[in-house]
Structures are given as C-alpha cells and as structure tokens.
C-alpha cells in the first residue's frame, strides 16, 4: 500500500494493468463539539480535459447514485460516518466502463448543511480517501488529509485520470470555503 502526499500523482493500472474495478473508500472522525450531530456525504464528478463537468447527471452522489455510463456509483447517504470496516462511505468505478469523453473522476466530500449547523472541516480530523482493487479487497494507495480547513465546508480529496492509456491518481487536498457550490462552479455546473 502507497500512502499519497497532497499534489502526489502517482499511477493506478501501470504497476496493476489488470485493475478494472476500483473501490474508493472515505472516513472521517468528527471531533468533540456541540452541536447538530455532522453528516458528510461523499460524492463524484466526471469531467472532461478541460475540466469541466460532462452534465449535470455527471454529478454523482446519493441523489443521483449512477453515473450515465454506469461506471461510477455511491453506495448510500452514510448518515453516522461510521462503517464496519472503517469506511464512512463509498464509491466504486468500473475502469472498463468509463465514458471515452471523461478524462478525470474528482471524488469530494462536503460537510451537509454546514452553514446552518455552523459546522467545517477544523472540527473533522482522521479524513482519508483509500484506493482498493474491489476484486481482491487489496488496498493499493491512501490519502490521509493533513491539513486543518478550517473554514471549508467541501475538500476535493483526489482525482482519478486518464494518462498515457491507463489511470493515475492525484491527491488533491482542496477545500471550499464555499462549500459543494464552489465544486460545482469550478466544473461549470453553477453560476459565479
């Protein structure tokens, strides 16, 4: 297993040409507060070279659970943050069936109604995004986020892309202060 440094790019198929299927696992610990209790929901956008959504249904996460291609999919609104083993939530993508016009999968993670509950990041620690060969159950890289965001609401924890005719991955480590709409500005998917 490959722990990921924020801004680390490092390749998925090369060393693992066989990988087709890869489960993305996320988790997170909410520190001591008081307060409404925290509901983080991870989700995923599909878009092309320029960096910019494929669509609105290319934006998946538990209200749109599938992706138009049916490679990428969430798997339920985890509303605890807690997983039997270890993983608040998850999403897998099927490497074979990604859309031809997709270069990058970006996978975030956005704190639910984090304006109203006066919640952030600063008060989430432990957050990771793991990458595992979802036909052996290997892990092959982690992401743990280091940093303190203290005012974001929505981090981009990485990316999966294409490169040289097989994937890599990029621990992105970006937060919105924002939050999911700041995301979705980014792809095209909202007005500035």
Known sequence: MISLSK????????????????LIGLGWQKRATDGAPFD?????????????ALGETSFVFFRNPVSPDGAVKTHGDNLTGTGADGDAE???????KVDAKVH?????????DAVARQQNFGQVNQTYV??????TSEQTHKFDLAEDFSTETCVVLASVYRHDGGWK??????????????VLQAAGLAAE
């Not at 801004?7 to 198929?13: V, W």
């Not at 990058?104 to 639910?112: A, D």
């Not at 793991?130 to 036909?135: I, N, P, Q, Y």
């Open 130 to 135: 793991r990458f595992l060969d979802e036909e």
């Open 40 to 52: 983080l929901d991870a989700s995923a956008l599909l878009l092309d070279s320029e960096g910019k």
């Open 90 to 96: 998850k999403i897998t993508i099927d490497l074979s």
């Open 169 to 182: 991955i990029n621990a992105v480590g970006q937060g919105y202060a924002i939050g999911l709409v700041g």
């Open 104 to 112: 990058s999968i970006q996978i975030q993670v956005t704190i639910h």
């Open 7 to 22: 801004g680390q790019k490092i390749d998925l198929t090369k060393t693992n040409p066989s990988l087709q299927k890869l």
